[in-house]
T-cell receptor, first 109, second 114 residues
Framework: AQRVTQPEKLLSVFKGAPVELKCNYSYSGSPELFWYVQYSRQRLQLLLRHISRESIKGFTADLNKGETSFHLKKPFAQEEDSAMYYCALIAGNTGKLIFGQGTTLQVKP | EPEVTQTPSHQVTQMGQEVILRCVPISNHLYFYWYRQILGQKVEFLVSFYNNEISEKSEIFDDQFSVERPDGSNFTLKIRSTKLEDSAMYFC????????????FGAGTRLSVL
């Protein structure tokens, strides 16, 4: 079964603290994984994808095929990072995205 | 920067009525998608569309749903006879390719079925 799991509905941290948003997936093929972010009153937008191996806004994510995980990390959270974060994978050849349930990150001052 | 545009932002309808949700994808994109998110639940895939035909649809996308690209710029989702459980946020997305390409999302249409 194709599935993305984000176990935490809400993650609350203080500014400057490290952040790790968990994502696990189930997919039979070779997954293409993404993190999308939705800031308050804005549209869903891509944060990063595993294929590009880049750091965006200080966030990184490493694909661990052994643990079937794609956790999102940032060493020092900022208040502007407060948002809803969705982990997603592309399933099949048509580009269908399968999303996790989303994690709300709340960064307190 | 080009954006995917969706109209209306909020649609209220009576159960059993037909609704059409409209989307204008980014102009050089070839692949189009509809997703929905029921309040408090995850974003779910509905349908993908390429070369003027459906390339994949989910179990949710039954005979009550249809999609169309009527004029080369708009991409519409029609629900023929709305049910209460169709109340959700509907997102349109477009991309230049499928497997490795970024999907760009519209701001969504909130559909409320009364």
């Amino acid at each position: 079964a194709q599935r993305v799991t984000q176990p935490e509905k809400l993650l609350s941290v203080f500014k400057g603290a490290p952040v790790e948003l968990k994502c696990n997936y189930s997919y039979s093929g070779s997954p293409e994984l993404f993190w999308y972010v939705q800031y308050s009153r804005q549209r869903l937008q891509l944060l990063l994808r595993h294929i590009s191996r880049e750091s965006i806004k200080g966030f990184t994510a490493d694909l661990n095929k052994g643990e079937t995980s794609f956790h999102l990390k940032k060493p020092f959270a900022q208040e502007e990072d407060s948002a809803m974060y969705y982990c997603a994978l592309i399933a099949g050849n048509t580009g269908k995205l399968i999303f996790g349930q989303g994690t709300t990150l709340q960064v307190k001052p | 920067e080009p954006e995917v545009t969706q109209t209306p932002s909020h649609q209220v309808t009576q159960m059993g009525q037909e609704v059409i949700l409209r989307c204008v994808p980014i102009s050089n994109h070839l692949y189009f998608y509809w997703y929905r998110q029921i309040l408090g639940q995850k974003v779910e895939f509905l349908v993908s569309f390429y070369n003027n035909e459906i390339s994949e649809k989910s179990e949710i996308f039954d005979d009550q749903f249809s999609v169309e690209r009527p004029d080369g710029s708009n991409f519409t989702l029609k629900i023929r006879s709305t049910k209460l459980e169709d109340s959700a946020m509907y997102f349109c997305a477009s991309s230049t390719g499928t497997i490795k390409n970024i999907q760009y999302f519209g701001a969504g249409t909130r559909l409320s079925v009364l």
